[in-house]
């Protein structure tokens, strides 16, 4: 079932033995089915009794597969499949051929149901189409609905980015777009380095529909204090409350982060992204080059670690000592700009004398 797609009335065939059994019902002796199908099928949490609809199931198996071959590319299914019948693209563009096998077209129909819903998250932006592919932070409408201006028929969402500032061209963004997509477009965060494109699962908070039971997991197993572990589980969760989270929650009216004063204070920044954390990072063994994690959420950036066999404690250990760190600084520095009469506090965050002093005492807590 996981590697090949079942006739539609194979499926009810089974499905209507469950049913007869569930309900009791022995040879041709028919029993009363008190509660619909569909309603057996929800999930136990949602008042069902979590039976699967065995169509969509197996859709959901082979959309797995398909998943695979987008992200395992060491293995040897995809180094066999890739060779055999997506040679010159990738498993995204590959086209069903009738010589193909009957586990390729299964997976090519697991592939149309991400197709179907699954988005690109935007790193340099040279692999997303803008008109063509999903991309929107928008659940009912992921793709560009506004006309294709002549010109930028085959446009990369690279081309709305300024490659020096890694920030959006926003005149070119307005001049294209409606207003809403226009703002749609700029409200998605971009990164300070060169991020590779990543199509991601937007149903799940990390976008990837198996690595999320994973990365609780690993949270629950760290050899860490456990305050470290809940506060992990917290910045996985957006519940800390950073800039850009109080900004959420109309509790702020801006978000930019105090330290770098450039950027918008979202958890991800505030804890791995900010370039005033240069220094706590490069002095962080395994961790010099941050560059090479690329991640956009803490979520993304404990899977990476892990996968590249880093030390996932000594994250989440440096991680709480620069949140920790963080909220001093800024309680300290609140009593000192109430006391000194000071209007903003910003005037005092740029003297850059506690940004020494943050760094200093973040490794030092950790070692
Ligand atoms: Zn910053």
């Known amino acids: 079932m996981s590697c090949f ?51 969509n199931f197996n859709d959901a198996l082979l959309a797995k597969q398909a998943w695979r071959l987008l992200h395992n590319k060491d293995s040897l299914f995809y180094r066999v499949f890739k060779m055999k019948f997506f040679p010159n693209c990738s498993i995204w563009e590959a086209q069903d051929s009738s010589s193909g096998s009957h586990a390729w077209h299964s997976i090519i129909k697991g592939r149309d149901v991400l197709l179907k819903g699954a988005r690109w998250r935007v790193g340099c932006g040279e692999d997303i189409s803008i008109w063509n592919d999903a991309w929107l ?29 890694r920030t959006w061209d926003e005149n070119l963004v307005h001049g294209l777009f409606s207003p809403e997509e226009a703002a749609m477009v700029l409200s998605i965060p971009l990164s300070r ?18 690595q999320q039971n994973e990365v609780w997991k690993l949270i629950w197993g760290l050899n860490v204090p456990n305050k470290v572990r809940n506060f992990m589980w917290r910045a996985c969760k957006e519940a800390i409350p950073t800039k850009h989270n109080l900004l959420k929650r109309k509790i702020l009216n801006e978000d930019r982060c105090e330290q770098c004063g450039v950027e918008s204070e979202t958890t991800a920044h505030a804890l791995w992204n900010c370039s005033t954390l240069d220094e706590i990072w490069e002095s962080t063994p395994g961790f010099e080059d941050r560059s090479q994690l690329g991640a956009s959420s803490v979520m993304d950036l404990i899977n990476l670690t892990h996968e590249k066999r880093k030390n996932v404690d000594l994250l989440a250990m440096v991680m709480w000592t620069i949140w920790h760190r963080r909220n001093q600084l800024r309680y300290t520095l609140e009593v000192r700009t109430r006391n000194r009469g000071l209007g903003r506090l910003g005037s005092v965050h740029n003297s850059g004398l506690e940004k020494s002093e943050v760094s200093l005492l973040c490794v030092f807590e950790v070692k």
Request: net charge positive; charged share 30%.
């Open 193 to 210: 380095t060169p991020v590779e494109d990543k199509i991601i699962w937007p149903f799940t908070p990390s976008g990837n529909p198996q």
């Open 137 to 165: 932070p928008s659940q009912e409408h992921p793709r560009i609905l506004s006309d294709i201006v002549s010109g930028f028929e085959d446009g990369r969402v690279s081309d709305l980015i300024n490659p020096s500032t």
């Open 5 to 55: 797609k079942l006739l539609v009335g194979l499926c009810s065939e089974i499905e209507s033995l469950i049913r007869r059994f569930w309900w009791g019902q022995k040879g041709e002796r028919r029993k009363v089915h008190w509660v619909k199908w569909d309603t057996l099928c929800l999930p136990k949490k949602e008042g069902g009794m979590g039976f699967k609809d065995l169509t």
